[in-house]
């Protein structure tokens, strides 16, 4: 599918998504949302993708936020469901099973911190902004900012951030647990591909479980959430992945996970 608002390359195996509204600093409108959603469910299902990055276009912004133009037209009605819409979205972009990085390459304000967050992974460009400013226009985050960046930065600093609606800079968003890595903006694609090349040398499957294990454990008692991560154990010694990488390592060899 060809998209008008969103830029999609497979790049040996790591799709790059790009959210392209590089004048409205990459507002994520509704079209955008819609095409966003399109493309995570390709992903999903293309055996050809190993892992997405997501991002923005130019060197401004990742996502400067929901798009306000649409915001600011919203009925009580139109806006349960936009938000209700938007949080689905995210959603399934958090549970593919696939390694999902967000490519931080400037502001990631509101949905776009919210996009960020979604991801399992955040790389950051020294230059990128973060932030929920939501309430400054007279809201709340909509895309389960409330619930994803208390998850990631503990309540007392996630209330701190969503009230006040500051900026939070690359480096205390790291240092805060917000984003991975940060690099400068020149190195941000390099450190991606290097980190995900990392993890795709890695079994394919115990790295989609992992992935299942925190997002589902997470929503679960810690007892639901441990037998969850044992069944998973127990599916992936029935694999040939386990196999292949528990010989390679007694064979003294690298593990071929995929051939
Ligand atoms: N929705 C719609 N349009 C947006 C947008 C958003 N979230 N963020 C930026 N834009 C548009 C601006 O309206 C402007 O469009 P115009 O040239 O047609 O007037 C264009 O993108 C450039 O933005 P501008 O504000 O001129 O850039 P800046 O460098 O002065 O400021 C920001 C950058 C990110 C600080 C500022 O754009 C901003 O505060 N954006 C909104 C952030 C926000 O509140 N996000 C949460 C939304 S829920």
């Known amino acids: 599918m060809s998209y008008e608002n969103l830029l999609v390359i497979n ?3 790591i799709l790059w998504v790009t959210v392209n509204r590089p004048d409205k600093l990459n507002a994520l409108n509704g079209g955008t949302l819609r095409e966003l959603d399109d493309a995570i469910a390709a992903a999903a299902a293309d055996g050809s993708v190993l892992a997405v990055v ?7 912004a990742f996502v400067a936020g929901a798009d306000i133009a649409e915001l600011n037209r919203l009925g009580p009605v139109e806006a349960k469901e936009f938000s209700l819409r938007g949080q689905g979205i995210f959603d399934r972009i958090e549970r593919l099973t696939k390694p999902v990085v967000a490519a931080v390459n400037g502001f990631a304000l509101g949905g776009g911190c919210e996009l960020a967050m979604a991801c399992h992974i955040r790389i950051a460009s020294s230059n990128a902004v973060f932030g929920q400013p ?4 007279g809201l709340i985050p909509g895309y389960a900012g409330t619930q994803r960046l208390p998850r990631l930065v503990g309540r007392g600093r996630a209330l701190e951030i969503l009230l006040s609606g500051r900026n939070v800079s690359a480096e ?3 240092r805060i647990g917000l984003a ?3 690099c400068e903006p020149a190195a941000l694609k390099e450190t991606v591909t290097t980190l995900l090349n990392g993890i795709l ?3 394919p499957l115990a790295v989609g479980h992992c992935i299942e294990a925190v997002n589902h454990g997470l929503n679960m008692s810690f007892e639901d959430a441990c037998r969850l991560e044992a069944t998973l154990f127990g599916i992936g010694a ?3 992945q386990m196999r292949e990488g528990t010989s390679a390592f007694l064979e003294k ?3 071929d996970f995929r051939s």
Request: aromatic share 0%; net charge negative.
């Open 11 to 13: 790049q040996d195996g």
């Open 54 to 60: 997501v991002t923005g276009a130019g060197e401004k």
């Open 134 to 137: 939501e309430v400054k226009l």
């Open 172 to 174: 205390e968003a790291e």
């Open 180 to 182: 991975n890595i940060v």
């Open 201 to 203: 040398a890695n079994g």
């Open 238 to 240: 029935a694999s040939d």
């Open 253 to 255: 060899r690298k593990a």
